[in-house]
């Protein structure tokens, strides 16, 4: 079965800094996405960037880009000048099909702190 | 509507009640997907459902869940004999095609006194 994992359940960033976020997943498939969604207090889901496994290159939205690794099934988020406001549960997720079943399997999350 | 909609927003009972949980996707969105978040906790997979095939319901943690779609319309979600620790967000999510993000609800907080 495929497994997102994410450990480190904290971080802190000051404002207008960078900050990385891990990730690492665990698949036999050869095909498939990957996701980081971002989790405000206001508990709604919003995708921040999306990796698809064939193709090498990084997924770049804005202040955000991904450092994706497939042999090493790694997938990291950098966050660029960091906001206030990307304050909040980040997860990463990972999405193929699986015996006609397309789960969409999330990490444990991680919380980030942006100090002003 | 232009979002996934859930409702209630929020739903208080009493243990060993029965409650229903109700998920409108975005229109013409094929896949369906339920999830659990306990307090401070990842998202737990309950159930998928894509277009007419059999949904895949390895998540349900117990014969107590249980979740319908008519096509790809409205979906509800039951919990009967509700516990204390089914209370959590009900998270729904819907997807329009293979293989793209799922948008999500804002979910449904369950608390079980």
């Known amino acids: 079965a495929q497994t997102v994992t994410q450990s480190q359940p904290e971080m802190s960033v000051q404002e207008a800094e960078t900050v990385t976020l891990s990730c690492t997943y665990d698949?036999?498939?050869?095909?498939?996405?990957l996701f980081w969604y971002k989790q405000p207090p206001s508990r709604q889901m919003i995708l921040v960037i999306r990796q698809e496994a064939y193709k090498q290159q990084n997924a770049t939205e804005n202040r955000f880009s991904v450092n994706f690794q497939k042999a090493a099934k790694s997938f990291s988020l950098k966050i660029s000048d960091s906001q206030l406001g990307d304050a909040a549960m980040y997860f990463c997720?990972?999405?193929?099909?699986?015996?006609?079943?397309?789960?969409?399997?999330f990490g444990k999350g991680m919380k980030l702190t942006v100090n002003p | 509507g232009a979002g996934v909609s859930q409702s209630p927003s929020n739903k208080v009972t009493e243990k060993g009640k029965d409650v229903e949980l109700r998920c409108d996707p975005i229109s013409g969105h094929t896949a369906l997907y339920w999830y659990r978040q306990r307090l401070g906790q990842g998202l737990e997979f309950l159930i998928y459902f894509q277009g007419n095939s059999a949904p895949d319901k390895s998540g349900l943690p117990s014969d107590r869940f249980s979740a319908e779609r008519t096509g790809e319309s409205v979906s509800t979600l039951t919990i009967q004999r509700t516990q204390q620790e089914d209370s959590a967000v009900y998270l729904c999510?819907?997807?329009?095609?293979?293989?793209?993000?799922?948008?999500f609800g804002q979910g449904t907080r369950l608390t079980v006194v």
């Open positions: 997720a990972y999405r193929a099909t699986q015996g006609g079943s397309e789960k969409l399997v």
């Open positions: 999510a819907s997807s329009p095609y293979l293989n793209t993000e799922a948008f």
């Open positions: 698949t036999s498939e050869s095909d498939y996405y």
